[in-house]
């Protein structure tokens, strides 16, 4: 069973639509991620949270908004979205990014989007 | 070049053998190493970690690092048709970012 949990799993949505994607950790951990996996390639880094404060932004488009309100959630809030936003959308956790980080990722299941 | 590279396979083995996969990083200074399994549609998950060169071993599996060469490896021994997935290198760059390579495909066969 993974700690990390994400909702929904799957969501359909059209391009006008504001939809948000939910994380949970109950871990104790500090940092937060939010990446990108398109099918076949690699998960692309979006958005860290270290501490419920925004420390890495990989030039996301704003249609994508990132949110902590507290160390154990993270939220990304859609809208406005493209068809090529289609995506496996992950939500990842470690302990911090402190020095002595082991930097190990655990990831949720993900939530498969689709834009209509 | 890219920041982390992979032989993007597939890599057929058979039952029983020895699966290695490989992994090159760019940037020297990174100190943090790791590979994730991932089956497909599913999210990855963690399977090793190194951080200093030589060998680490977890049950059928083995990382090896070297830093002088900007290397790192992971074996598998006695292949079993559930280790067919995709596996993914990842390394913590000097900005604490974790960068994933594109991953090997292995297919064991049965």
């Known amino acids: 069973d993974t700690e990390v949990t994400q909702t929904p799993k799957h969501l359909v949505m059209g391009m006008t639509n504001k939809k948000s994607l939910k994380c949970e950790q109950h871990?104790?951990?500090?940092?937060m991620y939010w990446y990108k996996q398109k099918a076949k390639k690699p998960p692309e880094l979006m958005f860290v949270?270290?501490?419920?404060?925004?420390?890495i932004n990989e030039s996301v488009p704003s249609r994508f908004s990132p949110e902590c309100p507290n160390s154990s959630l993270l939220n990304l809030h859609l809208h406005a979205l493209q068809p090529e936003d289609s995506a496996l959308y992950l939500c990842?956790?470690?302990?911090?990014?402190?020095?002595?980080?082991?930097?190990?990722?655990?990831f949720g299941e993900g939530s498969r989007l689709t834009v209509l | 070049q890219k920041e982390v590279e992979q032989n993007s396979g597939p890599l057929s083995v058979p039952e029983g053998a020895i699966a290695s996969l490989n992994c090159t990083y760019s940037?020297?200074?990174?100190?943090?190493f790791f590979w994730y399994r991932q089956y497909s549609g599913k999210s990855p998950e963690l399977i090793m970690s190194?951080?200093?060169?030589g060998d680490k071993e977890d049950g059928r599996f083995t990382a090896q690092l070297n830093k002088a060469s900007q290397y790192v490896s992971l074996l598998i021994r006695d292949s079993q048709p559930s280790d067919s997935a995709t596996y993914l290198c990842?390394?913590?760059?000097?900005?604490?970012?974790?960068?994933f390579g594109k991953g090997t495909r292995l297919h064991i066969l049965p």
């Open positions: 990842a956790s470690s302990q911090a990014r402190l020095a002595d980080d082991t930097g190990e990722l655990f």
């Open positions: 871990m104790g951990h500090r940092a």
């Open positions: 949270y270290s501490y419920e404060k925004l420390s």
């Open positions: 940037d020297r200074v990174s100190q943090s």
């Open positions: 190194i951080y200093s060169n």
């Open positions: 990842a390394v913590r760059s000097r900005d604490d970012k974790i960068i």
